[in-house]
């Protein structure tokens, strides 16, 4: 027993770290960032409160963590909805269109923690490599659309463009401000990545 009074289960060396993101990642989903405690994750996990802070200095240090592990989870399922669409640029734009939506829709909470200061006010190297290659995966895809090398200027406008697309719908779904329509889920993200290709500028 601890000197809180916590009973500390037996964990070996890197097994308690992951046993807090994971409690972390479904406390998450029950409250908001505000009522969320580094303690209170502790308890969930069955470990003392100074045991947690060996692994994280304070609940900060375990929201980032939180947020480093969804873009993990959120680039696994981009890269999946990718290889389900590779060959047709249209199938391509759709599956990841509908992958990010989907996404933010199942984990509302770790979405919205994804993209708010933690990822630029964090100090966490992790964090930083995740969101990275989560972006990169929106660039290499959206320069395959556009026909042009990832690291060129159109590859990248290009990818803005889709994210503020495809981020803009997710939020406004998560708001509610869509559901006035009675457009179901695919049929709007088909109509709009459909509009999006229609207007795409042709290839001189």
Same mark, same amino acid.
């Given at each position: 027993?601890?000197?809180?009074?916590?009973?500390?289960?037996?964990?070996?060396?890197?097994?308690?770290?992951?046993?807090?993101?994971?409690?972390?990642?479904?406390?998450?989903?029950?409250?908001?960032?505000?009522?969320?405690?580094?303690?209170?994750?502790?308890?969930?996990?069955?470990?003392?409160?100074?045991?947690?802070?060996?692994?994280?200095?304070?609940?900060?240090?375990?929201?980032?963590?939180?947020?480093?592990?969804?873009?993990?989870?959120?680039?696994?399922? /981009? +890269?999946? @909805?990718? *290889?389900? #669409?590779?060959?047709?640029?249209? =199938?391509?734009?759709?599956? !990841? $269109?509908? %992958?990010?939506?989907?996404?933010?829709?199942?984990?509302?909470?770790?979405?919205?923690?994804?993209?708010?200061?933690?990822?630029?006010?964090?100090?966490?190297?992790?964090?930083?490599?995740?969101?990275?290659?989560?972006?990169?995966?929106?660039? /290499? +895809?959206? @320069?395959? *659309?556009? #026909?042009?090398?990832?690291?060129? =200027?159109?590859?990248?406008? !290009? $990818?803005? %463009?889709?994210?503020?697309?495809?981020?803009?719908?997710?939020?406004?779904?998560?708001?509610?401000?869509?559901?006035?329509?009675?457009?179901?889920?695919?049929?709007?993200?088909?109509?709009?990545?459909?509009?999006?290709?229609?207007?795409?500028?042709? +290839?001189?």
């Amino acid at each position: 027993m601890d000197n809180d009074g916590t009973t500390t289960r037996n964990y070996h060396h890197g097994n308690l770290r992951a046993a807090l993101i994971d409690a972390g990642l479904a406390a998450l989903e029950k409250s908001d960032q505000a009522a969320f405690s580094l303690r209170a994750i502790a308890r969930e996990v069955g470990v003392s409160a100074n045991a947690a802070y060996r692994h994280f200095a304070s609940k900060d240090d375990l929201l980032s963590a939180l947020a480093a592990e969804g873009f993990r989870r959120f680039a696994a399922q /981009q +890269a999946a @909805a990718a *290889q389900q #669409g590779a060959g047709n640029i249209g =199938e391509l734009r759709t599956a !990841t $269109a509908k %992958a990010y939506v989907s996404f933010a829709q199942a984990h509302p909470a770790l979405f919205r923690l994804m993209f708010s200061r933690f990822l630029y006010a964090s100090s966490s190297e992790d964090l930083k490599v995740a969101a990275a290659t989560a972006f990169q995966l929106l660039l /290499q +895809a959206s @320069a395959q *659309q556009a #026909g042009v090398a990832p690291d060129s =200027e159109q590859a990248m406008m !290009t $990818a803005v %463009a889709n994210w503020s697309m495809v981020h803009g719908l997710s939020h406004l779904l998560l708001d509610g401000q869509l559901s006035v329509f009675g457009f179901g889920l695919d049929q709007m993200i088909d109509g709009i990545v459909n509009l999006q290709g229609a207007n795409r500028p042709k +290839a001189t």
